[in-house]
């Protein structure tokens, strides 16, 4: 078994790999929606480092799918490990068991979309007792386990009920502060409580229960990116990326829709932070605010116009009043922790969007 080394990161007291080989990664996902859009690239990144990893699926057909996509990567390291529903208590309970044992697990698997009939059902519990369930089955059968990485959001962090708080630096000492009784009021606020819930869930395991593993979150706004095609149709889109296929396919042309959260990050410079979170020592027990900066929807309009003219008939003016930044200001981010501690170099935003639109491309856009 090779011990992991990363290259251009140099060991130090203050960033050093952890001193153990990793023998098997498990990734908590089901390769769907938002959650499987970071997942497959948090997959493509564990294999390319060396990782043995094993990812849990709804279907023996998914497997198949992200099998199929790795034909060069032997069954000794990538395997896959059959859960239904993260929402059932004891759903991990087998999944976690492994031979060799899981030295480290990444659980990226919670619902991000409005389209719910049921806060609660749909949002709520998906999001918390996936993660309670995994973390106490764990600590029950795989006590090998010394680093979890578990996938948050900026929901944990922002106070929506301040609006865009113009101002005022958010950073990983912020909590969202919503309520039990708030959450069920739309699926706005059960998304950003599903998302406060189970993160505050998993930092308190951890100081209640005491495991042999340390914990790392993170927290990213919207999450922009390639797709990756062999999970990927038009269709079936993570949440942030409907509003660039919507103005690549003249659907803003009379007018961009709101952006909502003005920050974001690129999907591979995300799953790379989940990686270095699991590998480096200096990772252990801390929030990770993961965004490379400011954007507009306005912004990406016009950056598809200049990286590709063919699209300029289905795109608004390059002047429209809408899909703008607010004119009130907006709050000001602090990622210096994600810099610093895992040496993440971020993408830039024509980067992500240029890569974005020829992936979708890939799948009919």
Known sequence: MTRVLLTGVLPSKRQQLLDYQLKAVLIVN???????FIAAHVLDILLAHGHSVVTTVRSQEKASKIKDAHPNVP?????????????????????VKSDPPFEAVIHTASPFHFNVTDVQKDLLDPAYIGTTSVLRAIKKSTPTVKRVVITSSFASIIDASKGTRPGYTYSEKDWNPITATEALENPSNGYRASKTFAEKSAWDFVEHEKP??????????????????????????NTSNQRIRDIITGKSKEGISPTG???????RDLALAHVKAMELDA??????FVTAGYFSNKEIANLVRDAYPALVEKLPPRDTET??????????YDNSRVKGVLGIEFRSLKEAIVDTVKSLQAVGA
Request: glycine share 10%; aromatic share 14%.
């Open 323 to 332: 899909g703008d930044y607010p004119k009130e200001g907006l709050y000001k």
């Open 75 to 95: 069954k000794g390291k990538l395997d896959f490990a059959i859960v239904e529903d993260i929402a059932v208590e004891g759903a991990f309970d087998e999944a």
């Open 212 to 237: 042999n593993f340390t914990l790392a979150t993170m927290c990213p706004p919207l999450v922009l990116g390639p797709i990756v095609h062999y999970l990927n149709s038009l269709d079936a889109l």
């Open 30 to 36: 089901f390769f769907t929606g938002g959650s499987g």
């Open 283 to 288: 990772a252990a027990n801390k929030r990770f």
């Open 261 to 267: 959260t003005f920050i974001w990050v690129d999907v």
